[in-house]
């Protein structure tokens, strides 16, 4: 045998190694997967979904912190600090967000005395709790994030999405070793053919977004590096707070010391940091206000303009004072970035993978790119079973058959089943009444009820039906949202577009762009049923006629 010959022989065994590790570690990862992208693709519009989500937003006006004036500010800071020194005197930390354009109220948030995080919203004008009838308590599109890279899972979520990301990695580099003809299948799709129209579909879209996936998976790993690669920091610091003070340039976090101690006029700390950065600030933190260890954080305001184009975005500046002296510790001027530094490449690795740096024209072009590999992800799963209900490999001997329907029911749960949960989000927001307790928390359970509720009907029908009824569903969620939304909040498309509120606007289209192409997926499932039903009988008159 020639030399020529057993390298030919030892490709062919490589590329068939690696398309055993394609075809099962993708079809492992590839449910979680799913969900990671879409939800991920989903959440590249988390502030306009959040828009959505709150329509009372508007009965309390509207505010431009860039025309604000340091009297307005003021006067936030003084009722928000009124509000936690009454409420929460001796909590763990404070949080006052002063009026923002996406907010035109005062945010607080506070640990209780049950370390659970409490948020109040209070009335820029009258510095009142805002009233339930006002107010939507939701998570809006911060709930695509968060399942995005935690699965609301805190930080055994976010080793989940790290474990899951690297075999995406592994599946991407196998997925191009065996595919020889990689650029040609991206111009091939051949529709009516079954697998290979499967095929085509799970190649064209692997091809399309392939780039946008190496980069938007290592970048996820990158974000979480000092969680995934703790090695390097436990070897080198006494504590992870001290490496983050060393990253951060910042002042070390200072433990409790439990002797009590009264925390300034935040008001003064307000104004001394506006003098300082030069600019507005829009936020103040303090780390344990009533002991004698208190420090106040002051943050300036974001401004947008400035940052749009940048992947390595200006500090909005920075102020810490102690809390109980008055004493400033530290200063992070605004405008400013170091060049030079490690956290600078990771915070460009950042801007990156939330595509925050070009408006909404990149994350369109993110939404795009992700639906492509979420479609490459539920393309693969339905191909494994496609291929083995045409002929059986019989990969685990007399239980095979049930393997086979395991893996199908969580395929249509997976795929069709999340598609349900993420559109009766919505519905979830326009129906839960606005005065449950923990308001929020009961939206983000009910998604998952939902999906939950969608694997058990995956395993009691027949897939065939499964696929048609969960499909269908969504379609009609997707089509009947903009007359949910009317009827529970009197809003609608034409108001919108007459208000100019171009992010309700483009949400509901974009609902209603699904519901249409759920209700083609539908029609195509249908035809494929009845010609399948068609042909058997077919075969069946047949057989009966030559008997």
């Keep these: ?122 009335h820029p004008v ?60 991206f111009f091939t799709f051949r529709s009516g053919k079954g697998q290979r129209s499967w095929l085509d579909a799970h190649n064209a879209s692997s091809v399309l977004s392939l780039p946008f996936q190496l980069m938007i998976a290592y970048s996820g790993l990158v974000i979480f590096v000092s969680i995934y690669m703790p090695a ?24 409790e010391t439990g002797i009590e101690a009264d925390v300034l006029l935040l008001t003064e700390l307000f104004k001394q940091s506006e003098a300082l950065m030069e600019k507005p600030g829009s936020f103040i933190s303090v780390e344990h206000p009533g002991d004698s260890s208190a420090v106040a954080k002051i943050f300036g305001l974001f401004e947008q303009e400035k940052n749009t184009g940048r992947l390595l975005f200006l500090s909005s500046g920075q102020v810490i004072f102690d809390a109980v002296t008055g004493e400033m ?29 070009g408006g909404y024209t990149v994350r369109w072009i993110y939404f795009i790119l992700g639906m492509a590999g979420t479609i490459m992800m539920a393309t693969g799963a339905i191909l494994f079973m496609v291929k083995r209900r045409q002929k059986s490999l019989n990969e685990f001997g007399t239980q095979t058959p049930k393997v ?55 395993a009691l029908r027949p897939a065939s039906r499964a696929w048609i009824e969960q499909l269908s569903t969504f379609s009609t969620l997707c089509l009947l949202l903009p007359i949910l939304n009317w009827l529970t909040t009197g809003q609608h498309l034409i108001s919108y577009f007459i208000e100019g509120d171009w992010l309700n606007v483009g949400l509901e289209l974009t609902v209603v762009l699904f519901g249409v192409l759920g209700v083609c997926c539908v029609k195509i499932l249908k035809s494929k049923q009845h010609k399948a039903a068609s042909r058997k009988s077919s075969s069946y008159k047949t057989k009966s006629e030559a008997a």
């Design 232 to 255: 390097g920091v436990l070897a080198n610091y006494d504590k992870p707070q001290s490496f983050f003070a060393e990253v951060f340039n910042q002042p070390e976090h200072r433990p």
């Design 1 to 122: 045998m020639s030399k020529s010959t057993d390298v030919s022989i030892e490709q062919g065994r490589f590329r068939q190694s690696m398309a055993w590790l394609h075809t099962w570690g993708s079809l492992v990862a590839s449910w979680a997967l799913f969900a990671i992208f879409l939800t991920g693709t989903i959440g590249v519009f988390d502030d306009a979904i959040t828009h959505w989500m709150t329509p009372e937003r508007a009965l309390i006006g509207e505010f431009d912190p860039a025309t604000s004036t340091q009297e307005q500010r003021l006067d936030a800071v003084t009722q928000g600090e009124n509000f936690l020194r009454k409420v929460a005197p001796q909590s763990h930390f404070w949080r006052i967000r002063l009026p923002s354009e996406a907010d035109p109220a005062i945010g607080l948030s506070w640990e209780d005395d049950n370390a659970e995080v409490q948020q109040r919203r209070l």
């Design 329 to 357: 510790i530290h200063i992070e001027a605004p405008e400013t970035f170091d060049k030079s530094s490690a956290f600078a490449a990771q915070r460009i690795m950042r801007t990156l993978h939330f595509a925050n740096f």
């Design 404 to 458: 086979y329907r395991a893996i199908e029911v969580l395929n249509i749960s997976a795929i069709s089943g999340l598609m349900i949960a993420c559109v009766a989000y919505f519905w979830v927001n326009r129906l839960l009444p606005l005065d449950v307790p923990e308001r929020a928390s009961w939206e983000i359970k009910l998604f998952f009820f939902i999906w939950l509720g969608s694997l058990l009907h995956a």
């Design 126 to 185: 009258s510095g009142e709790i805002i009233p339930d009838q006002q107010q939507r308590e939701t998570q809006g599109g911060h709930h695509f994030v968060h399942m995005h890279f935690e699965f609301h899972a805190g930080m055994t979520g976010i080793w989940l999405v790290g474990f899951f990301t690297m075999i995406m990695l592994v599946a991407l580099v196998s997925g191009i070793i065996i595919h020889k003809r990689i650029f040609k299948d």
